[in-house]
């Protein structure tokens, strides 16, 4: 999957099919209310769709299997079958196989394989593109896990040793994306350093997708009690920057908003290099 042009990330839309997101938890729970919320994201720019079943928010328990597969599988197939590229944001092996199977190009896993050992042989022989998230444990105990010498280069070679282990199950590297992990394992300070480091994880020579969306790091530059969609201004404000930076995508629930910055940021370098429309 080629990478796309500097100030021209791709935008990844997200779809969540939960009851509990923290950021729109229930708002698109029913089938029919997700499938028209990521057609509206691909009206207001959305590249790709990130459809999840499972809420990885600080302090969540897992879902069973079965439903991850009934909340996921009938929004992936209906989007898919329209043609759209969509993406399933799963933990979960047999989620991923049947996600593909249903028509997702991606497996956007936030665990890098940790969370379920046969993932990596599912990347490998799926064919699909595979986003490998830092992740050092699940939401019930991630807080407790933000200990680093030095995060960016903990980060990357902790996602190094992932990246290994994946190639030689099989997973071309032209294949594999690398996801950062702000908010996961991470305090508001650490989440600030990786984006102003992002150039040390891209030392490992592969795509790079943030996903700063709505997070705590971004609450907390607003004033108290602020609404979590108060957030998206700041989410632009780092997707233009992580476009700067050179990231393959961001994955955001702003897609409008986040089209809008990135058109303004690619205009104002198309002005610097004399280049008119």
Known sequence: MPGPAPFAPLIMGVVNVT????????????????????????????????????STRPG??????????????PVIRDLAGRGLRVSVDTMR????RAAVAAGAEIINDVSAGLADEAMARIAADSGATYVAMHWRG???????LAEYDDVARDVRDELARRVDELVAA?????RLILDPGLGFSKRAGQNWELLAKLDVLAE???????????KR??????????????????????????????????RVHDVAGTRV???????????RRGQHS
């Open 93 to 96: 092996a047999s989620t991923a």
């Open 261 to 271: 910055a990135l058109d303004v940021a690619r205009a104002w370098q198309s002005g």
């Open 138 to 144: 699940h939401s019930d105990r991630m807080d407790d």
């Open 217 to 250: 790091f971004l609450g907390a530059l607003l004033p108290e009690g602020a609404p979590v969609e108060d957030r998206d201004l700041p989410t632009a404000v780092v997707s233009v920057l992580s476009a700067q930076a050179g990231a393959w995508g961001v």
């Open 170 to 174: 099989g997973v071309p590297t032209e």
């Open 60 to 73: 969540a328990a897992r879902v069973d299997p079965d439903e991850e597969l009934r909340r996921v599988i």
């Open 204 to 214: 490992l020579g592969l795509p790079i997708l943030v996903g700063a969306s709505r």
């Open 19 to 54: 009851p509990d997101s923290f950021s729109d938890g229930g708002r698109w729970f029913d089938a029919d209310a997700a499938i028209e919320h990521a057609l509206q994201l691909v009206a207001e720019g959305a590249d790709v769709l990130d459809v999840g079943g499972e």
